[in-house]
Structures are given as C-alpha cells and as structure tokens.
C-alpha cells in the first residue's frame, strides 16, 4: 500500500528545533498553568516536536489561578462566526502563489469536538485507560488501543529506520513506539489518514495545490465539509516570525456550525495546526520500495566525499527529517448564536503572555487580533479575551531568558480596551469624548454606552478595579456588538511600557 501523507517525503535540514507555534487560538504546546519558562511535560497530551519553551497556559476565569477545571476559561466562539487563525513556523513555507523555494511544506489546520475533553489540572500524561480525572484527555483511550493493535501501514517510506514493532503506535519519527497522550503516533504523522479519526479538517494550506483535487478535496468531502485547499503563505526559514506582507500568517474561515462537528447544539473542541517540512531533492511519494540503508535515498549522519578527497558529514536524522511539528489549543466552546443575531459576526480576541519579546519567545507579547477589523453596517464583533495567573516565566527556561517583565502583578495577564484618538496616541479618549461606545448600535447583552465603556475598561470588574487591573480577571467575554459607520482606534492601558507596548487596535465600519 502506497502512503501518501505528510511524511511520506523526507528532508535535508538539521531539525532539532524547528517547530510551529499556535499564537490564535492560543497553542498550549502542552502546557497547562506552569509559573515556569519551560514546559513541565512534553508529552502530556500530544508529541509537538517543539521546544520546550513554547506555548500558553490554560485560560484562568478570575483574578486567581485556577484550582479546579471549573475555574479554568473556555473561549466561546459563535457558529458561523469569522475566526482568525494565527501561527509561526520556523523552517519556512510557500504555495505557489507566494514559494519558497528552499521547501515543500504543508499546513492542516483540523478541530476535534467532544464533550470528554479536558485541559487537565495538572501536567499528567494520562493513563492508556484515560481514566485519571486530573489529567488532561483530547484522544479517547479506546482510540489509542485501536492505534495500538491496529497493524501499521508497511507500505510506507521508513528510510533506513528500524521501527521496533508491527502497529501504528510506531513511524518512522516514532520507532520505538514513545506515548504522548492517547493520540496515535501513525495518524499524527500522515495525512489524510486511510483510518477515520476524530478530527475535522478546517484547512490544507499546501507548497503543491496540485494534490487539492486529487487529494485533499475528496478528503474533505468524504468528512462532511467543504473543500478548502489553498496555496501555503510564505514564511522565511530558520524564522518563527511574520511572514511577507509583516504581519503574522493568519488564516481566515468561518466556525462551522456546531452539529457537523459533534452532533450536538454546543461542542467542546480544540484546534490543531500541523506542519509538515520536507525536501525537493526526490519525489514526495516515496514508498516501502526504498526502505533499508541500501535503497533509502537518506541515511543516517552521512559522510560524503564530493571529489575533494576531503569527506563531509552531513548531520541528518533519519527519523526526523520529513518532520512533522504540532501545536493544538485549549479546549473552547462552539455554541449556536443568540435569537436575533443574523449576518456576519467577527471575532476579536488577543493573543500573546506576559513578558518582553525575549522572555515570551516563542510564544509573542500582547496584541489584538485581527489588529484591524473591517465590518459593514450591521455586522457583529464578538469581543472576548483569556489569560493566565501563572505565566510567571520562571527558571527554568532552557536557552531561553526567564521573568516576566511587565506592570501590574507577577505572573498575570490581563487586558482592557479603552478608545484612543489615533494610533500614535498613549492616553484614553475622556468618556465625553468617546465615539466607540456611544457608536454601538446594539448589544448582546444590551447595555449601554457608559456600562459598555466601563465593562471594557475594567474587564467586566467595575468601579473597583485596580489601576493595573491586578484584582480584575484574566478572562473576558465582552458580547456582541454592532457599531455605526466610523473607524475607532482603542488600546490596552496595561500593556503599554517600553518592554511591551503598541497594544492597539482599529475597528473600521463601512456603510
């Protein structure tokens, strides 16, 4: 049998740390609420393949970290809503609409919906059973034993790897069968899996739209959903950055309804990005034909003689090139639209932790996203925001530089959103002043102008909150909005010093 999937091709690059990193929804990278630099548990609930540096924490409600998964934040997105997906890939990519030239790449973005998932309470990899309730759980148990019995697919391309069983819990980037969480090593590593799973496709972004049609297309089709196969946006390699247009790559797409993903009128899911880096020096398809040290066409940390009489050592590992990276989100809520809310609604959130750039890295500081908002009269903006009490970023941090510089408490996130006058401007509009709030035309929950400018101001905590908003809550769920025409700029007044400053954004209503 003859595999095609993401790992089917292999690569000539170095991949010890190349990674891919979800910034919208926030990517975990498998954290959960660690007050430390690094990750405490790299295989909690996925294999990344990222550094250990990486990621967000699980949302907390209030104003303190969170003690039970009750207290933890869903984000709520609506059915039909415009949501924006944002990452950082650092080997490179391209389409062609936009190549780079260095790669062949892919990007799927999928969704995985079931009311037995949980973030977790602690950072636990959990039982093959699944049984631990304090552990986090995406993968079903039942999943993971199919995966485990099931024989693995020995039509595929293993290079001159020596895998050290017979089922699919062992690949080629996984050949001595390791466990991360309760996912499935064999459908991690290749797509589309010729075994139903359960996550949905969202998106293939691909250097080869060749393969939509014939591929991909069908895959879609055959799980219910509308083909979206497009070209991949170009990204510099050896760079976890903006790609060309200098902005972050993003994704934009529409949250399908909730019963196509679980059946149900609410769904709780998460999002995975794969990526997907692989070489243009043979054919992508390879297969079981060119397995074993004589016929693969890589081997293990060669040495190679070019007519010099000097030898060169090339330093490739077989297991990790034609690598794929994974990030995933926490978990969020897909839910059906409040009666009367109609047409086009758009969601607005922030991305990014506590920190300087050198102390988030990989992860990014504080931002609105989308940064601008375009709407017509009588579209929807769904405002809301999460945060962490724990992301202290402390000792240790691997390479990485430990603290959290920023104001207000140690270790929290926090945000509000005050109108401003123009970009360049530091200081709040006075509320007499104001546009924005006294521009909403209509409001899920209805309030008023000076309710609305006073819940987004303190993050829904009141006339009590704390000038650096220490005792208003790292979450928020603002509604639904309507605006009349006008553009209104707006800013986050903690998050603006010189380690960490500009959190601006600009909503324009057109007529």
């Not at 390879?286 to 050592?313: H, I, M, R, W």
């Not at 521009?439 to 309030?447: A, I, K, M």
Request: proline fraction near 5%.
């Amino acid at each position: 049998m003859r595999g095609v999937g993401l790992l089917v091709a292999v690569c000539l690059v170095a991949c010890v740390t190349a990674d891919v990193y979800l910034h919208m929804p926030r990517g975990s990278n498998n954290r959960l609420n660690e007050q430390t630099a690094n990750r405490n548990n790299g295989n909690r609930l996925f294999d990344s393949q990222n550094n250990n540096k990486g990621g967000y924490n699980v949302g907390d409600s209030g104003a303190a970290a969170s003690q039970n998964m009750d207290q933890q934040y869903n984000e709520r997105y609506l059915e039909g809503s415009d949501m924006t997906f944002t990452w950082t890939n650092q080997h490179g990519c391209g389409g062609p609409e936009d190549p780079n030239d260095k790669t062949r790449c892919e990007l799927v973005v999928e969704m995985m919906c079931s009311n037995e998932l949980r973030n977790g309470q602690n950072t636990n990899t959990p039982n093959e059973q699944g049984g631990d309730a304090n552990a986090g759980l995406h993968e079903s148990a039942a999943w993971y034993a199919d995966c485990k019995a099931r024989e693995r697919n020995k039509g595929l391309f293993t290079a001159d790897q020596n895998l050290n069983g017979d089922t699919a819990i062992y690949t080629r980037q996984n050949p001595n069968g390791a466990r991360s969480g309760l996912e499935c090593p064999e459908e991690r590593d290749y797509f589309p899996y010729w075994v139903e799973t359960p996550f949905v496709p969202i998106a293939v972004m691909t250097s080869n739209t060749s393969r939509c049609a014939s591929i991909y297309d069908p895959y879609f089709e055959s799980r219910g959903m509308q083909p979206n196969c497009i070209s991949a946006p170009w990204s510099r390699d050896n760079h976890n950055g903006n790609g060309r247009s200098g902005w972050q790559n993003m994704l934009n797409f529409t949250m399908p309804r909730s019963q196509s993903l679980c059946g149900q009128g609410t769904c709780r899911c998460i999002s995975r990005l794969r990526y997907n880096i692989s070489t243009t020096d043979y054919p992508w398809d390879l297969d079981a034909s060119l397995n074993g040290e004589e016929l693969s066409p890589v081997q293990q940390n060669p040495t190679v003689n070019f007519g010099t009489q000097q030898g060169f050592k090339l330093a490739i590992n077989t297991a990790q090139t034609g690598r794929t990276f994974q990030d995933r989100s926490h978990i969020f809520n897909v839910v059906p639209r409040p009666n009367g809310v109609n047409g086009r609604v758009v969601n607005v959130q922030i991305q990014g932790k506590r920190g300087n750039i050198v102390q988030t890295y990989p992860a990014t500081e504080y931002d609105f996203v989308p940064q601008i908002t375009h709407l017509k009269r009588g579209d929807w903006v769904h405002i809301q925001w999460t945060g962490s009490n724990t992301h202290n970023n402390n000792a240790p941090a691997g390479d990485g530089q430990a603290g959290d510089d920023g104001e207000g408490t140690g270790g929290t996130d926090r945000n509000n959103m005050v109108q401003i006058v123009d970009e360049k401007r530091n200081y709040p509009t006075q509320f007499a002043q104001t546009t924005m709030w006294t521009g909403v035309t209509d409001s899920v929950p209805q309030r008023s102008a000076t309710e609305l400018a006073l819940a987004f101001a303190t993050a829904g905590n009141g006339v009590d909150t704390d000038p650096l908003l220490n005792n208003a809550p790292a979450s928020f769920d603002g509604g639904l909005l309507r605006f009349e025409p006008g553009t209104y700029r707006y800013m986050c007044t903690r998050n603006n010093n010189f380690s960490n400053r500009g959190q601006k954004g600009v909503f324009v209503v057109h007529d």
